[in-house]
């Protein structure tokens, strides 16, 4: 075979692999998708603190500059980087060693 009859069974697989490709997408049925806003979860009341970060985000590139949104940002920061914020159950305890190191064994010494 020489190169023009390969380089045009080529054009013709790749044209009808592009035909079906199409024909089975415009065959499938419309999704309608959800809007993000619809799934958000509603802020409870009385959280004066999450109905203003909520608003803080609907603001956009304007958050950043309102006075306001910087002091909910700062309230959630030192809400959620406090110590004892977190439940201790789900957190490992730091402090307690995986396993009992050997009565005798000095520190830094390899077992």
């Known amino acids: 075979m ?11 697989v790749f044209v009808a692999v592009a035909i079906t490709a199409t024909a089975i997408e415009m065959s499938r049925k419309e999704e309608t998708a959800e809007s993000w806003a619809t799934t958000r979860p509603v802020p409870t009341p009385n ?4 109905t203003e970060l909520f608003r803080c985000q609907a603001l956009g590139e304007a958050g950043p500059r309102d006075p306001a949104c910087l002091r909910a940002w700062a309230e959630n920061r030192r809400r959620f980087l406090a110590p004892g914020s977190r439940p201790a159950g ?10 009992p ?3 005798d064994a000095q520190p830094g010494e390899a077992r």
Request: charged share 30%; hydrophobic share 40%.
């Open 90 to 99: 789900r957190l490992p305890d730091a402090t307690a060693p995986s396993e």
């Open 47 to 50: 959280d004066p603190l999450r």
């Open 101 to 103: 190191a050997p009565a």
């Open 2 to 12: 020489d190169g023009k009859s390969l380089a045009r069974i080529g054009a013709i």
